[in-house]
């Protein structure tokens, strides 16, 4: 039976320090969103990298917005995609051992996953990619009993993937032949070996001029002769 899951992202939010470094937990590296495709953001909340009991929240929410041109996450812009899990569909059960080893408990290995699907990945611009890639901001903020707190705040990649395009109309060609003018380039090409009677080639040097050779039988013997072209 197949193991194909949804694409994962594992980040670990931790309020004490929402401007770490934001990286993915199972690449340790900067997370890449394949453009286009469902994804499961997968979160684990601590409080100075101690696992949090989420007592005091009653959601988390999910943003994803552009970036300015300098590359920091615009402060004023509304939120491109946006998805909110409320405390009902927390895993509370969750310990550290469960999310360092990826090991299920009630369910999951997380305390909350955001499922984005393939309409939503794809219906963010990727106009003003370089090399199939463009950043985005994420934020991942809490509704606590004392207001709004923000537990991760960086910088994403999306990605074209290349899978699944469509096809689409193949180029028209800068030119056409008729069958008839194909049949006669054909008819008087110079091939490797032997040749149709009364073929001619050309040759040139590196300054244009040419030479055109031939064969000459009409006086019974065979005999090579040549014209200058200009």
Same mark, same amino acid.
């Given at each position: 039976?197949?193991?194909?899951?949804?694409?994962?992202?594992?980040?670990?939010a931790d309020g004490a320090r929402p401007f770490a470094d934001l990286l993915d937990q199972l690449t340790g590296a900067t997370p890449v969103f394949p453009h286009g495709r469902n994804i499961n953001v997968e979160v684990a909340v601590f409080n100075n990298a101690t696992l949090d009991s989420l007592s005091n929240v009653t959601? %988390?929410?999910?943003?994803?917005?552009?970036? +300015?041109?300098? =590359?920091?996450?615009?402060?004023?812009? *509304?939120? $491109?995609? +946006?998805?909110?899990?409320?405390?009902?569909?927390?895993?509370?059960? %969750?310990?550290?051992?469960?999310?360092?080893?990826?090991?299920?408990?009630?369910? #999951?290995?997380?305390?909350?996953?955001?499922? %984005?699907?393939?309409?939503?990945?794809?219906?963010?611009?990727?106009?003003?990619?370089?090399?199939?890639?463009?950043?985005?901001?994420?934020?991942?903020?809490? +509704?606590?009993? !004392?207001? @709004? !707190?923000?537990?991760?705040?960086?910088? @994403?990649?999306?990605?074209?993937? =290349?899978?699944?395009?469509?096809?689409?109309?193949?180029?028209? *060609?800068?030119?056409?032949?008729?069958?008839?003018?194909? $049949?006669?380039?054909?008819?008087?090409?110079?091939? *490797?070996?032997?040749?149709?009677? =009364?073929? #001619?080639?050309?040759?040139?040097?590196?300054?244009?001029?040419?030479?055109? &050779?031939?064969?000459?039988?009409?006086? =019974? +013997?065979?005999?090579?002769?040549?014209?200058? &072209?200009?």
């Amino acid at each position: 039976m197949s193991t194909f899951q949804r694409n994962r992202i594992r980040l670990a939010a931790d309020g004490a320090r929402p401007f770490a470094d934001l990286l993915d937990q199972l690449t340790g590296a900067t997370p890449v969103f394949p453009h286009g495709r469902n994804i499961n953001v997968e979160v684990a909340v601590f409080n100075n990298a101690t696992l949090d009991s989420l007592s005091n929240v009653t959601s %988390l929410t999910l943003d994803i917005k552009d970036l +300015t041109a300098a =590359g920091v996450i615009e402060p004023a812009a *509304a939120a $491109l995609l +946006t998805r909110t899990i409320s405390s009902a569909s927390f895993n509370l059960q %969750l310990k550290q051992d469960n999310w360092d080893n990826d090991v299920d408990v009630n369910g #999951s290995s997380y305390h909350a996953a955001f499922g %984005l699907t393939s309409a939503e990945t794809g219906g963010l611009s990727m106009s003003g990619q370089v090399n199939n890639v463009k950043g985005f901001g994420l934020v991942l903020s809490a +509704t606590t009993s !004392v207001g @709004i !707190v923000v537990l991760l705040s960086g910088v @994403i990649q999306f990605r074209y993937d =290349g899978a699944g395009a469509t096809s689409g109309s193949p180029p028209l *060609a800068a030119y056409t032949f008729t069958d008839q003018q194909l $049949l006669a380039m054909l008819a008087a090409k110079l091939n *490797a070996g032997e040749n149709d009677n =009364g073929v #001619s080639f050309t040759l040139r040097g590196a300054a244009g001029k040419g030479l055109l &050779l031939w064969v000459d039988d009409s006086t =019974g +013997t065979p005999v090579l002769k040549q014209t200058v &072209l200009p």
